[in-house]
T-cell receptor
Framework: EAQVTQNPRYLITVTGKKLTVTCSQN?????MSWYRQDPGLGLRQIYY???????DKGDVPEGYKVSRKEKRNFPLILESPSPNQTSLYFC???????????FGEGSRLTVL | EDKVVQSPLSLVVHEGDTVTLNCSYE??????LLWYKQEKKAPTFLFML????IEKKSGRLSSILDKKELFSILNITATQTGDSAVYLC????????FGAGTRLTVKP
């Protein structure tokens, strides 16, 4: 089954404790992206990757890192989480110029 | 600065009503506009529009793009409670930018 898988789905952590949210897709998509979703603000892009070893900042990259060592995986790293990073995070992948995106189920992160 | 604006932000209707959701945009190097439906979890794809004036249709949902006036509309006829969701518009240029969404609530 074609899918985008994120883990963990739910996480409560404390300020400053490094964490990684994994994302994996099995559709051989070149494009992958991370979004955060906050009430009233819609989906805001954090980072995206056009292909292996190619990553770029989105609209809200501060406090996040990513890597794209393999085509299928695109982890999101929070080196020192802060409460303002409490949010719902979505990973997505897509193919082609016009890029219909396939989304993961979301990861709800709470930073205390 | 690129922007995508959806209106209204929220809408409450009764079953059987017809609704029109709006998405206007200002972006450079426009490639396509996509509509997604988001219920409790991940957004799911509805339509992709690349050309003006060509209506895309799927059941009771339809959408059209106007590249001259820089907007798209999503129509839902004979609404049902299962149509209750947040509807997201996204515009693709060099990347993809989402609007804030329209929250549609359909009451029985």
């Amino acid at each position: 089954e074609a899918q985008v898988t994120q883990n963990p789905r739910y996480l409560i952590t404390v300020t400053g404790k490094k964490l990684t949210v994994t994302c994996s897709q099995n559709m051989n998509h070149e494009y992958m992206s991370w979004y955060r979703q906050d009430p009233g603000l819609g989906l805001r892009q954090i980072y995206y990757s056009m292909n292996v070893e190619v990553t770029d900042k989105g609209d809200v990259p501060e406090g996040y890192k990513v890597s794209r060592k393999e085509k299928r995986n695109f982890p999101l790293i929070l080196e020192s989480p802060s409460p303002n990073q409490t949010s719902l995070y979505f990973c997505a992948s897509g193919q082609g110029r016009n890029r219909e995106l396939f989304f993961g189920e979301g990861s709800r992160l709470t930073v205390l | 600065e690129d922007k995508v604006v959806q209106s209204p932000l929220s809408l409450v209707v009764h079953e059987g009503d017809t609704v029109t959701l709006n998405c206007s945009y200002e972006v450079t190097n426009f490639r396509s506009l996509l509509w997604y439906k988001q219920e409790k979890k991940a957004p799911t794809f509805l339509f992709m529009l690349t050309s003006s004036g060509i209506e895309k249709k799927s059941g009771r949902l339809s959408s059209i793009l106007d590249k001259k006036e820089l907007f798209s509309i999503l129509n839902i006829t004979a609404t049902q409670t299962g149509d209750s969701a947040v509807y997201l518009c996204a515009v693709v240029n060099n990347d993809m930018r989402f609007g804030a969404g329209t929250r549609l609530t359909v009451k029985p």
